[in-house]
């Protein structure tokens, strides 16, 4: 009898086909190492894509390019979503990228001394995996949005891509995050719009003005790049409380909803009558709800001793060192605050492949001395001087 999976084996397996699995790639294709990328879309890019018509990136063009491949179009533009997207699926032809899609990666084990990774009905072995991915992949909410009337339109941010997605009447935007204040801004031009949830702060400027596109998101860059990084005391000492706090608000400032006629209200604490509860005690009718409330954290479909008590993988600069050949790369403040960007996920790419490499070569010392080596070369390509630290949200 044959076996129920179809089997690939290979040196490297990259989880993730969005900028941190693609820019992992570059540096393996330079190297010289073979390897795979495994993508849950059908199209690189489509995790991009799938967001809402009107998002835009925070930075300009000119920051938004991966190693090897600028961002086309003009410098000061702030990129569409979709332009992101066709930017991603040009960089893995442009550098001739092995990939999979369609392939999700429901469980990561090891076997007979490889990695194991069971995709459906696929199945691949590995000397070394890299998940290049963020740690916030399934969509929160609270246990309460079950209770609502069912003919309310509830729809979770990742889902959400125009307001004609929603029916007459009001709309609740629950969560005041970014995605929350720029969804809020949108559907407000056709839909009475309340929002709930607390502020994190704003930036004081506005990025589309010529003063912050030229001067002060450099800035900013300079200070989430190499200010606000696991070499620095104030990034150790800043980086536990920035993995448990919201951004602040970027675009789309207070005075911007107050104005298009948005009411703030409460928390949402529950439900009455298939209603939304507010924390003040008032029953809001309204006919959509938007959930702007985050997503889950962790990787649950990882099966190795690599997590700490409160679930998170704990790593160093992206090295699992109790499971050497296993590292992360896209996780929000792996090393520095623009470790899950475009802006700085290359640098952290290019730390892993060197570890990586330096594994391949060393493959036949001993355990000790092949993670002697694998520390070494990582701090050796950019110069390093942190702990270890857990992978948290």
Sequence with gaps: MGSRYHSTSVQTVVIGGGQAGVAVGHYLAKRGLPFLILDANQNIGDAWRQRWDSLRLFTPARYAGLPGLRFPGRGDSFPTKDQVADYLGEYARRFQLPVRNGIRVDRLWRENGRFTHSAGAHRFEADNVVVAMANYQAPRLPDFARD????????????????????????????????????????????????????????????????????????????????????????????????????????????????????????????????????????????????????????????????????????????????????????????????ATLTGVGRDALRVVNALAARAKYQKRKPADLLSAEVHRSSESVSLDSGRVPVSA
């Design 148 to 339: 609502l009337r069912p003919d309310i339109v509830q729809l979770h941010a990742q889902d959400y891509r125009r307001p004609s997605q929603l029916q007459a009447g009001g709309v609740l935007i629950v969560g005041l995050g970014n995605s929350g204040a720029d969804i809020a801004i949108e559907v407000a031009q056709s839909h009475p719009t309340l929002i709930s949830g607390k502020e994190s702060g704003h930036i004081p400027w506005r990025i589309e003005s010529f003063l912050a596109r030229n001067v002060l998101i450099r800035l900013v860059r300079f200070v989430g790049h190499h200010v606000l990084s696991l070499k620095t005391p104030i990034g150790k000492k800043l980086r536990p409380k920035m993995l448990h706090r919201a951004a602040p608000l970027i675009r789309v400032k207070p005075p911007d909803l107050i104005d298009t006629g948005i009411e703030f209200v409460q928390k949402v604490a529950g439900t009455k009558d298939g209603l939304p509860l507010l924390a003040d005690g008032q029953i809001r009718e309204v006919q959509n709800v938007i959930w702007c409330t985050g997503y889950q954290r962790g990787f649950p479909w990882i099966d190795l001793p690599i997590f700490d008590n409160q679930g998170d993988a704990i790593h160093e600069n992206g090295i699992v060192r109790d499971v050497p050949g296993l590292y992360f790369v896209g996780l929000h403040f792996l090393y520095s605050m623009t470790s």
